[in-house]
């Protein structure tokens, strides 16, 4: 998130989407799709059914009503990242002043939603201090839209399209931070990169994603020098002579990771 502000420093059931913003039923039975508040994917804790009474009330227009009902939600667990981005983004809005928007594409429900904490509370520390501090020029502010795609990577290409369609009808959108995993990764930037909207992610270290988009940008290495530097301490380190690969042969990150792992060990005798 620091990465990509700095860049830039220089509902239920069917379909339910207006610009770009909005959920759908994936075929696993999650809901998938954007976010402004106006519906909360993380619900399987304790405040769960306050972020949803929240988003009820923003959507119905009772912006006052939503914020209590996200205080509440933090009053139970005071570091959920999603109901703060929410909550953060209507003080953004309120201030009148100038601001940016960027998506947070990640994986919020199912058997991923600790990475999307992660990933949103992450996000959440450097809005707020981005907003807080002043550190954008002329005093723009951060808003943060939550993409959730969840369990099944494939689903980052609805999200992603939806994302193009958001950014069409508000030009607020500067891109997307994410997508943490290197399957989603690439599916997002294929239809990303046609639209032209920046994505920067933290930890997407696919060979795959090298040079994939001038649109692409990373934070994490790329699988090659970990593979090269991994093989090199095996070896060094551990003077093993032998080594098991176990490979997920059709995942992005799993597959060029043990190749480079594998090409270096060989090569090295």
Not at 5 to 20: A, E, P, Q, Y
Not at 46 to 51: E, L, P, V
Not at 153 to 159: F, G, K, N, Y
């Amino acid at each position: 998130m620091v990465a990509y502000l700095t860049f830039f420093k220089g509902l239920l059931g069917g379909s339910n989407i207006v610009n770009g913003i909005g959920v759908t039923k994936a075929s696993d039975g999650e809901y998938i799709g954007i976010s402004d508040g106006t519906f909360a994917f993380d619900t399987n804790r304790r405040d769960g059914s306050d972020k949803q009474d929240a988003a009820t009330k923003l959507k119905s227009g009772d912006v006052s009503g939503a914020e209590a009902s996200w205080q509440a939600a933090l009053n139970q667990e005071s570091n959920d990242p999603e109901a703060l981005i929410y909550l953060e983004d209507q003080q953004v809005l309120a201030s009148g002043r100038p601001y940016i928007t960027i998506v947070v594409g990640t994986m919020l429900t199912g058997g991923n939603v600790g990475v999307g904490r992660d990933d949103l509370q992450g996000a959440y520390v450097a809005q707020k201090e981005y907003n807080d501090g002043f550190k954008l020029p002329n005093s723009v502010q951060v808003r943060l839209l939550i993409a959730n795609s969840g369990t099944n990577s494939s689903d980052a290409t609805t999200v992603a399209n939806q994302i193009v369609q958001a950014a069409g009808a508000d030009k607020t959108i500067v891109g997307v931070m994410g997508w943490p995993f290197s399957s989603n990764a690439v599916k997002a930037i294929s239809v990303l990169n046609a639209a032209h909207i920046p994505m920067v992610s933290e930890t997407a270290s696919s060979d795959s994603l090298t040079g994939i988009s001038k649109y692409f940008f990373r934070v994490a290495p790329a699988n090659l020098g970990q593979g090269i530097a991994g093989a090199k301490y095996v070896e060094q380190t551990l003077h093993a002579s032998k080594a098991a690969l176990f490979v997920d042969t059709v995942d992005p990150y799993s597959s060029s990771l043990a190749n480079d792992f594998s090409k270096q060990f060989t090569a090295d005798g």
